[in-house]
Protein backbone atom coordinates (compact mmCIF):
# COMPACT_ATOMS: atom_id res chain seq x y z
CA UNK A 1 0.00 0.00 0.00
CA UNK A 2 1.34 3.25 -0.83
CA UNK A 3 1.69 6.14 1.59
CA UNK A 4 0.81 9.33 0.53
CA UNK A 5 2.60 12.79 1.67
CA UNK A 6 0.57 15.20 3.13
CA UNK A 7 1.96 18.88 2.94
CA UNK A 8 0.06 21.23 4.46
CA UNK A 9 -0.11 24.57 2.61
CA UNK A 10 2.80 27.47 3.57
CA UNK A 11 1.68 30.32 5.65
CA UNK A 12 4.15 33.30 5.70
CA UNK A 13 4.02 36.21 7.84
CA UNK A 14 5.33 39.72 6.22
CA UNK A 15 4.64 43.02 6.87
CA UNK A 16 3.99 45.47 3.25
CA UNK A 17 3.19 48.69 2.99
CA UNK A 18 2.10 49.09 6.57
CA UNK A 19 0.05 46.06 6.38
CA UNK A 20 0.04 42.47 8.07
CA UNK A 21 0.13 40.53 4.66
CA UNK A 22 -0.03 36.47 5.13
CA UNK A 23 0.75 34.55 2.15
CA UNK A 24 -0.55 30.99 1.45
CA UNK A 25 1.41 28.77 -0.95
CA UNK A 26 0.31 25.41 -2.04
CA UNK A 27 -2.39 22.44 -1.89
CA UNK A 28 -5.45 23.01 0.31
CA UNK A 29 -7.78 20.32 0.05
CA UNK A 30 -9.81 18.37 2.34
CA UNK A 31 -6.75 15.94 3.00
CA UNK A 32 -4.73 19.15 5.21
CA UNK A 33 -7.47 21.83 5.82
CA UNK A 34 -8.10 20.99 9.25
CA UNK A 35 -4.39 21.36 9.81
CA UNK A 36 -4.17 24.46 7.70
CA UNK A 37 -7.13 26.10 9.74
CA UNK A 38 -5.27 25.66 12.88
CA UNK A 39 -2.18 27.21 11.68
CA UNK A 40 -3.83 30.01 9.38
CA UNK A 41 -6.09 30.98 12.71
CA UNK A 42 -3.03 31.20 14.95
CA UNK A 43 -0.63 33.21 12.29
CA UNK A 44 -4.30 35.40 11.76
CA UNK A 45 -4.35 35.63 15.69
CA UNK A 46 -0.72 36.76 16.56
CA UNK A 47 -0.85 39.78 14.29
CA UNK A 48 -2.91 42.88 15.04
CA UNK A 49 -5.20 45.39 13.29
CA UNK A 50 -6.37 44.14 9.41
CA UNK A 51 -5.02 41.51 7.50
CA UNK A 52 -4.33 40.72 3.67
CA UNK A 53 -4.54 37.31 2.95
CA UNK A 54 -2.36 36.73 -0.15
CA UNK A 55 -3.45 33.34 -2.30
CA UNK A 56 -1.18 34.27 -5.44
CA UNK A 57 0.50 31.23 -4.02
CA UNK A 58 -2.12 29.00 -3.67
CA UNK A 59 -1.94 26.35 -6.80
CA UNK A 60 -5.25 24.19 -5.78
CA UNK A 61 -8.52 24.24 -3.55
CA UNK A 62 -11.15 21.67 -2.91
CA UNK A 63 -14.61 22.69 -1.27
CA UNK A 64 -13.62 21.82 2.36
CA UNK A 65 -10.33 24.04 2.04
CA UNK A 66 -12.54 26.94 0.78
CA UNK A 67 -15.00 26.42 3.95
CA UNK A 68 -12.00 26.19 6.25
CA UNK A 69 -10.49 29.69 4.56
CA UNK A 70 -13.45 31.68 4.55
CA UNK A 71 -14.10 30.14 8.29
CA UNK A 72 -10.77 31.75 9.05
CA UNK A 73 -11.14 34.82 7.73
CA UNK A 74 -14.95 35.57 9.14
CA UNK A 75 -13.73 34.52 13.14
CA UNK A 76 -11.47 37.55 14.35
CA UNK A 77 -12.37 39.09 16.93
CA UNK A 78 -12.94 42.98 17.69
CA UNK A 79 -14.09 43.82 13.75
CA UNK A 80 -10.53 43.25 12.65
CA UNK A 81 -10.91 42.87 9.04
CA UNK A 82 -8.95 40.28 6.40
CA UNK A 83 -9.04 40.99 2.58
CA UNK A 84 -8.28 38.53 0.20
CA UNK A 85 -5.71 39.55 -3.26
CA UNK A 86 -3.86 37.42 -5.88
CA UNK A 87 -6.66 34.87 -5.87
CA UNK A 88 -6.18 33.15 -9.32
CA UNK A 89 -10.09 32.53 -11.57
CA UNK A 90 -10.00 28.87 -10.91
CA UNK A 91 -9.77 29.10 -7.10
CA UNK A 92 -12.10 31.87 -7.33
CA UNK A 93 -14.72 29.62 -9.14
CA UNK A 94 -14.83 27.41 -6.10
CA UNK A 95 -15.72 30.23 -3.68
CA UNK A 96 -18.14 31.34 -5.89
CA UNK A 97 -19.35 27.96 -6.13
CA UNK A 98 -19.72 27.14 -2.92
CA UNK A 99 -21.34 30.81 -2.30
CA UNK A 100 -18.66 31.65 0.16
CA UNK A 101 -18.58 35.20 0.92
CA UNK A 102 -14.73 36.35 0.45
CA UNK A 103 -13.56 40.01 1.06
CA UNK A 104 -11.93 39.72 -2.61
CA UNK A 105 -10.07 43.38 -3.38
CA UNK A 106 -7.51 44.13 -6.20
CA UNK A 107 -3.56 44.11 -5.04
CA UNK A 108 -3.52 48.47 -5.75
CA UNK A 109 -6.49 48.60 -2.91
CA UNK A 110 -4.80 46.68 -0.72
CA UNK A 111 -1.76 48.98 -0.56
CA UNK A 112 -3.66 52.04 0.14
CA UNK A 113 -5.73 50.51 2.82
CA UNK A 114 -5.62 52.22 5.91
CA UNK A 115 -6.48 50.98 9.50
CA UNK A 116 -8.60 54.57 9.86
CA UNK A 117 -11.44 53.16 8.13
CA UNK A 118 -13.49 52.49 5.06
CA UNK A 119 -12.73 54.06 1.30
CA UNK A 120 -14.56 56.65 -0.21
CA UNK A 121 -17.47 56.26 -1.47
CA UNK A 122 -15.57 57.31 -5.28
CA UNK A 123 -13.29 55.06 -4.47
CA UNK A 124 -15.87 52.14 -3.32
CA UNK A 125 -17.00 52.51 -6.64
CA UNK A 126 -14.18 52.10 -8.54
CA UNK A 127 -13.26 48.99 -6.67
CA UNK A 128 -17.34 47.94 -7.79
CA UNK A 129 -16.22 48.28 -10.99
CA UNK A 130 -12.81 46.32 -10.99
CA UNK A 131 -14.48 43.42 -9.23
CA UNK A 132 -17.16 42.99 -11.74
CA UNK A 133 -14.10 43.40 -14.45
CA UNK A 134 -12.30 40.76 -12.40
CA UNK A 135 -15.78 38.50 -12.75
CA UNK A 136 -16.32 38.71 -16.02
CA UNK A 137 -12.79 37.90 -16.71
CA UNK A 138 -13.19 34.33 -14.76
CA UNK A 139 -17.07 34.18 -16.59
CA UNK A 140 -15.15 34.44 -19.71
CA UNK A 141 -12.76 31.95 -19.04
CA UNK A 142 -15.00 29.37 -17.32
CA UNK A 143 -17.36 30.03 -20.67
CA UNK A 144 -15.05 29.25 -22.82
CA UNK A 145 -13.66 26.00 -21.24
CA UNK A 146 -17.76 25.29 -21.66
CA UNK A 147 -17.52 26.05 -25.15
CA UNK A 148 -14.93 24.01 -25.79
CA UNK A 149 -16.27 20.71 -24.05
CA UNK A 150 -19.31 21.96 -26.54
CA UNK A 151 -16.91 21.47 -29.04
CA UNK A 152 -15.25 18.55 -28.61
CA UNK A 153 -18.85 17.03 -27.90
CA UNK A 154 -20.16 17.97 -31.33
CA UNK A 155 -16.90 16.30 -32.80
CA UNK A 156 -17.57 13.70 -30.94
CA UNK A 157 -21.04 13.15 -32.26
CA UNK A 158 -20.18 13.54 -35.83
CA UNK A 159 -17.40 11.05 -35.92
CA UNK A 160 -20.14 8.76 -34.36
CA UNK A 161 -22.46 9.66 -36.51
CA UNK A 162 -20.05 9.03 -39.65
CA UNK A 163 -19.12 5.74 -37.97
CA UNK A 164 -23.11 4.88 -37.76
CA UNK A 165 -23.43 5.56 -41.27
CA UNK A 166 -20.47 3.39 -42.35
CA UNK A 167 -22.07 0.80 -40.25
CA UNK A 168 -25.73 1.10 -42.41
CA UNK A 169 -23.68 1.30 -45.35
CA UNK A 170 -21.87 -1.60 -45.06
CA UNK A 171 -25.13 -3.42 -43.55
CA UNK A 172 -27.27 -2.52 -46.65
CA UNK A 173 -24.25 -4.09 -48.69
CA UNK A 174 -24.39 -7.10 -46.42
CA UNK A 175 -28.11 -7.18 -47.26
CA UNK A 176 -28.04 -6.93 -51.20
CA UNK A 177 -25.17 -9.51 -51.26
CA UNK A 178 -27.20 -11.74 -49.20
CA UNK A 179 -30.33 -11.22 -51.89
CA UNK A 180 -28.56 -11.85 -54.60
CA UNK A 181 -27.00 -15.14 -53.22
CA UNK A 182 -30.14 -16.65 -52.19
CA UNK A 183 -31.49 -15.29 -55.69
CA UNK A 184 -29.08 -17.32 -57.40
CA UNK A 185 -29.48 -20.33 -55.55
CA UNK A 186 -32.94 -20.21 -56.22
CA UNK A 187 -32.24 -19.79 -59.90
CA UNK A 188 -29.71 -22.99 -59.53
CA UNK A 189 -32.75 -24.80 -57.95
CA UNK A 190 -34.85 -23.86 -60.52
CA UNK A 191 -32.37 -24.54 -62.72
CA UNK A 192 -32.01 -28.04 -61.76
CA UNK A 193 -35.98 -28.97 -61.38
CA UNK A 194 -36.43 -27.87 -65.30
CA UNK A 195 -33.67 -30.09 -66.38
CA UNK A 196 -35.38 -33.34 -68.11
CA UNK A 197 -33.76 -36.17 -65.58
Not at 148 to 159: C, G, K, M, N, W
Amino acid sequence: MTQLSLECPRIHVEISDGLRVLRVSGALDLTVAEEFGKRADRAIQAVPGPVVLDLSGLTFIDARGARTLAAVTHALPGGRRVAVRGCVPEVRFVFDLLGLPMNFLPADYLAAWEWAGPPSRTRELVLQVREARIQASAARLYAGSVLARVTDTSIRLASLRERTDLAREQGRQTLASTRLARERVISSRQEACDRPG
